[in-house]
Structures are given as C-alpha cells and as structure tokens.
C-alpha cells in the first residue's frame, strides 16, 4: 500500500517562498510518474507541476519560473519549491504518486497554502 504525507505548508506573505515535501511509503512498482496538483476554492483541481518518469518535469504556466519539483529518492520525498508566491497560489495542493497499476495515482491528504498579506 503507497501513502503519501504532505508537509510545509502554511501561511506567506506575496512575494514569500515555501517548500512543500511529500513523504512516500510503500513500494511504487512500474512509477509513471510523481507531481503535485492544487484545489483553490470554487475552482477544478489543476496540474502544477509533474516529473514524469524517465523524463523532464513540466510546470502550468502560471508556475513557471517561480516553481521547481524535485525528488529525493533515497529519502523516498517529492519536493515542491514556491518562490514569489501571490494571492492566487492560495489552495490545497495535493501529492500525486502515479503507477501503471494505478494511473489514477496515490493521493496525499491535501495540505493548506495560503499566501495573504
């Protein structure tokens, strides 16, 4: 059974930086690929940013340039860095691990983010 805890959100300031991670357990067989998605209020759920596996990550354009996803595979975490976070950062996101036997993907419980002044 994979599960995936999200940690490092919160609340910043526009303009603030937040790391998020994603702590994977389990045995992730046939990995497709890992990412991370949001939910604001009143809004569809949308992709932020992916590492497929095997090949380069991609970003939604309103993230490009402020964010990086990254993994450390011996400490089994995917990252999330959000530098110049503004108002419209503000969501739940959301750790996706995605294999071929599960292309709908692991979930993560959600972890706040909040950028507010």
């Known amino acids: 059974q994979v599960q995936l805890v999200e940690s490092g959100g919160g609340l910043v300031q526009p303009g603030g930086s937040l790391r998020l991670s994603c702590v994977v357990s389990g045995k992730t067989y046939n990995l497709l690929a890992m990412g991370w998605h949001r939910q604001a209020p009143g809004k569809q759920r949308e992709l932020v940013a992916v590492m497929p596996e095997g090949s380069s990550a991609a970003y939604a354009e309103s993230v490009k340039g402020r964010f990086t996803i990254s993994r450390d595979n011996a400490a089994n975490t995917l990252y999330l860095q959000m530098d110049s976070l503004k108002p419209d950062d503000t969501a739940v996101y959301y750790c996706?691990?995605?294999?071929?036997?599960?292309?709908?993907?692991?979930w993560g419980q959600g972890i706040q983010v909040t950028v507010s002044s």
């Open positions: 996706v691990v995605r294999t071929r036997d599960n292309v709908s993907g692991y």
